[in-house]
């Protein structure tokens, strides 16, 4: 048991790992619905990198052309907001993920 607490630290401290935790009771919402489980497979883009931040935020000032200031602000407000996104879903428009098999065959990812 402390080997596998150890080696869960590791992980976690070198991000190959994030903390998960399933709730004891019922969740609910802030608007008083119930909070359900739609997607246990998910996948996350993790939009919340410097590197990658950095680099889209360069291509944002030196290549795209906006046409506005107002516009390339509008693009670095969002990119300031991104962290990690799902973006693995069972349903909408989408990219069906390649080499799934299963139940996991139905899910879809945002095109990129």
Not at 12 to 21: F, S
Not at 36 to 55: N, P, R
Request: overall charge negative; glycine content about 6%; some cysteine.
């Amino acid at each position: 048991a402390d080997a596998k607490q150890k080696m869960a630290e590791l992980m976690i401290a070198e991000g190959d790992a994030v903390k998960y935790q399933e709730p004891l009771r019922q969740v609910m919402s802030r608007s008083g619905d119930e909070c359900v489980v739609a997607l246990t497979s998910q996948w996350f883009l993790h939009y919340g990198s410097d590197d990658w931040k950095a680099m889209v935020k360069k291509h944002v000032d030196e290549t795209l052309e906006t046409f506005s200031p107002s516009i390339r602000n509008a693009f670095n407000a969002s990119l300031d907001f991104l962290s990690s996104w799902s973006c693995g879903r069972t349903f909408g428009l989408g990219t069906a993920l390649p080499a799934l098999e299963g139940e996991d065959a139905r899910v879809i990812i945002d095109s990129l």
